[in-house]
């Protein structure tokens, strides 16, 4: 069973608030990932880091920022919400042995903007 | 650009019958591929995965079969049971250990 935390898991904020997403995991993986979904749509990849002080942009574009100064904690950061961030935001790591590297997912934090 | 595509966006399969979800994708350097299960508010999991080397990885009651020359691949649950009723997302990567890319999931719902 995977150890990937995500908290909040609902937050319900107005427009212009700054909110932090919170993500650790304790399985010692240096490779994480934050994911956004929409209902009916398809996981999109905002940010990924393969270590510490490693972070970069995914293939969609957000607003967010991240951080990765210790390996098991990797918080998604939000300046200034909006309306069009709401969407589930989907936390995930990887770093196992095998052929193929699984990522292991978090609960989820289902953000809706006022 | 999709790159991983699920054209049906939901099926409904009786218990004890075999569910097949469909997967197809553009990218022919893709070759770590991957399916995920997920119930709602809840993040995915693994459920099973296939590498290019070979066109057929068997779980239990999961089979995913790969046909690279068609760039398809499916799921194949066999029986299938009322718990199976989930989200299920398709997933490649180029080289294992990157990022992955999802299509947009089937929704399987399995009746008694």
């Known amino acids: 069973e995977a150890d990937i935390y995500q908290t909040p898991r609902y937050l319900v904020i107005g427009t212009g608030k700054k909110i932090t997403l919170e993500c650790s995991q304790t399985?010692?993986?240096?490779?994480m990932y934050w994911y956004q979904q929409d209902p009916g749509m398809e996981l999109h990849l905002i940010h990924y880091s393969y270590g510490v002080n490693s972070t970069e942009k995914g293939d969609l574009s957000s607003e967010s920022t991240v951080s990765r100064i210790r390996t098991e904690h990797f918080p998604l950061t939000l300046e200034s919400a909006r309306p069009s961030h709401t969407s589930q935001y989907l936390c995930?790591?990887?770093?196992?042995?095998?052929?193929?590297?699984?990522?292991?997912f978090g609960s989820g934090t289902q953000l809706s903007v006022l | 650009d999709q790159q991983v595509k699920q054209n049906s966006p939901s099926l409904s399969v009786q218990e004890g019958r075999i569910s097949i979800l469909n997967c197809d994708y553009t990218n022919s350097m893709f070759d770590y591929f991957l399916w995920y299960k997920k119930y709602p508010a809840e993040g995915p999991t693994f459920l099973i995965s296939?590498?290019?080397?070979?066109d057929k990885n068997e779980d239990g009651r999961f089979t995913v079969f790969l046909n690279k020359s068609a760039k398809h691949l499916s799921l194949h649950i066999v029986p299938s049971q009322p718990g199976d009723s989930a989200v299920y997302f398709c997933?490649?990567?180029?080289?294992?250990?990157?990022?992955?890319?999802f299509g947009k999931g089937t929704s399987l719902l399995v009746t008694p």
């Open positions: 296939i590498s290019s080397i070979k």
């Open positions: 995930a790591s990887s770093g196992g042995q095998g052929a193929i590297e699984k990522l292991f």
């Open positions: 399985m010692g993986h240096d490779k």
């Open positions: 997933a490649a990567s180029i080289n294992s250990g990157y990022a992955l890319n």
